[in-house]
């Protein structure tokens, strides 16, 4: 600690321990004076807050953050929200490519996901589907070459392939929500990679190669390096039907983009929010926690809810140092490394979903919009290293495995694995790392608790809605403690 960070601290500190002493002095009136000692709980709450700034810091402005944030709030306590970034949303990102609009991060929704469609229907959003996630047409490229065919023909086939592999998802994830229900057979499964699963099932070639690139853009990592628990609890939560859990994670998509939703969640709590205030401190001290941005003045809460990627947490100083397990799974408990790009093509190629896998260009493509004269393509691919999502010449020579004559007019990504905010796209466990981490990720350490999409036991963790989940979750829990 420099001596500029000691000065700081010990006059925040003295802030803190006069606000406590100025209490101790008013509760010694209360005692003498009994009949005099209601108080309305709004005054309480006002003569509590003057110890620190606000009552609650939320460090994060993703949709956990921002929930929690307008949760915080509306039950009275005084919130302000630090955002790293220059916009709200996390590691869900719309925005605009050759006049299209685009989720460069999360983007699907559905019903079956109920936090995100609480919020949905509380705002009144419109949502939309992607076409290619009910394809007419498909291709399958694996090692014995390039397969293609009308989804019609063969979806029994694939579909029974699918159920296969992911036969087992009923019974290990029996209350996807509740995973202590069957933590035993959750455990029992940990250390298995998605991989290791492929070599207890019988699959045709065309299973495989369906599977296989399915499975790895879900993971967003190559099959050998996913967690086989981690994607069962996907298709349990679709109701372990392959139809639904397409559904839920690759059809309906929100008019207005997900940067809307999180900014209607924002603004109706009416908190106070910082925008670009990345955190380079936070120290829990007697009375409070007093957190420092990388540019700006330390501030200071009675409480603060880290609502960031897991993958964040080792880029901050913890003061006492969080939990070595915490720090663990920060550095290396996660997995998803992979790319997510667009790219528009030459002419109108309908509804279509392309599957790679392996050295040829692995992925999952598929319409994301019909144009005019052009289609709009989202993928998928597990490498982030696997070819450069921004570069046209990369991107078509990948999508030319499915259609030899294609034409990129244009593609785009995002660098989530260089962002140092992210650090990475989603944050699902390592094979191992639900039994290593995930009572811990979830454990609060004194006045800092732990909300994010990534934590806890919320069934659609890693996506929008256990982001919601959590945030409103921790509000609560939160708010029992300061209220």
Same mark, same amino acid.
């Given at each position: ?5 000691? &000065? ?8 803190? $321990?006069?606000?406590? @002493? ?40 993703? *949709? ?18 630090? /955002? ?12 605009? *490519? ?8 999360? #983007? ?12 949905? #229907? ?43 592999? *992911? ?27 998605? @991989? ?7 699959? #045709? ?24 628990? /981690? ?23 929100? %008019?207005?983009? #997900? ?30 926690? %007093? ?9 200071? @809460?009675?409480? &603060? ?11 901050? /100083?913890? @003061? ?44 999952? $493509? $598929? ?39 294609? /034409? ?20 699902? $466990? ?17 006045? %800092? ?18 982001? %919601? ?15």
């Amino acid at each position: 600690m420099s001596s500029k960070d000691r &000065v700081t601290r010990n006059n925040v500190s003295r802030r803190l $321990f006069m606000g406590q @002493a100025a209490m101790t002095t008013a509760g010694a009136g209360l005692l003498a004076a009994p009949a005099v000692a209601a108080e309305t709980t709004g005054a309480h709450k006002a003569r509590r807050a003057r110890q620190t700034d606000y009552d609650v810091i939320v460090v994060g402005g993703g *949709f956990s953050g921002v929930t929690a944030s307008r949760d915080l709030q509306k039950n009275g306590l005084k919130t302000l929200l630090l /955002e790293a970034k220059s916009r709200l949303g996390g590691r869900t990102f719309d925005t605009q *490519f050759r006049g299209h609009h685009i989720e460069l991060g999360g #983007t699907w929704v559905h019903w079956t996901q109920p936090a995100v469609w609480s919020e949905i #229907t509380r705002y009144g959003m419109a949502v939309e589907e992607t076409p290619g996630a009910v394809p007419e047409q498909a291709v399958v490229v694996d090692g014995a070459g390039r397969t293609a065919f009308e989804v019609t023909s063969r979806i029994e086939e694939i579909a029974t392939g699918v159920g296969a592999y *992911f036969a087992e998802a009923a019974t290990v994830w029996d209350r996807p929500y509740d995973s202590k229900h069957c933590w035993a057979q959750i455990a029992s499964r940990d250390a298995m990679t998605a @991989a290791d699963r492929l070599k207890a099932v019988s699959l #045709t070639p065309l299973q495989r190669g369906f599977v296989v690139p399915v499975v790895e853009s879900m993971a967003h990592c190559p099959i050998d390096q996913a967690s086989y628990v /981690e994607m069962m609890r996907w298709y349990a939560l679709g109701l372990n039907s392959w139809g639904v859990t397409l559904d839920a994670v690759a059809r309906y998509k929100l %008019i207005d983009g #997900t940067g809307a939703l999180a900014r209607r969640i924002a603004a109706d709590g009416k908190v106070e929010i910082r925008l670009g205030s990345s955190v380079r401190r936070i120290e829990q001290v007697r009375d409070g926690v %007093i957190v420092t941005p990388r540019s700006g003045k330390p501030v200071t @809460a009675r409480a &603060v809810v880290l609502a960031l990627p897991p993958r964040v947490l080792k880029t901050i /100083e913890f @003061a006492p140092a969080l939990s070595d397990g915490k720090l663990a799974a920060s550095r290396s408990g996660y997995t998803p490394s992979g790319i997510k790009v667009y790219a528009e093509v030459k002419g109108r190629l309908g509804k279509v979903q392309w599957a790679a896998s392996g050295t040829q260009g692995p992925g999952t $493509f $598929f319409t994301y919009k019909e144009l005019d004269n052009s289609t709009l393509i989202v993928g998928f691919s597990p490498r982030a290293d696997a070819f450069d999502g921004n570069d046209e010449a990369a991107v078509q020579a990948v999508l030319r495995q499915f259609d030899p004559n294609l /034409e990129v007019l244009g593609c785009t990504s995002y660098a989530w694995g260089k962002d140092p905010f992210a650090l990475g796209t989603f944050s699902g $466990f390592a094979p191992g790392g639900m039994t290593k981490y995930f009572d811990e990720l979830a454990r609060p350490e004194g006045r %800092i608790y732990m909300a994010g999409g990534d934590v806890g036991d919320n069934g659609w963790r890693n996506f929008i809605d256990g982001a %919601i989940a959590r945030g409103a979750i921790i509000a609560r829990q939160v708010s029992e403690v300061l209220i």
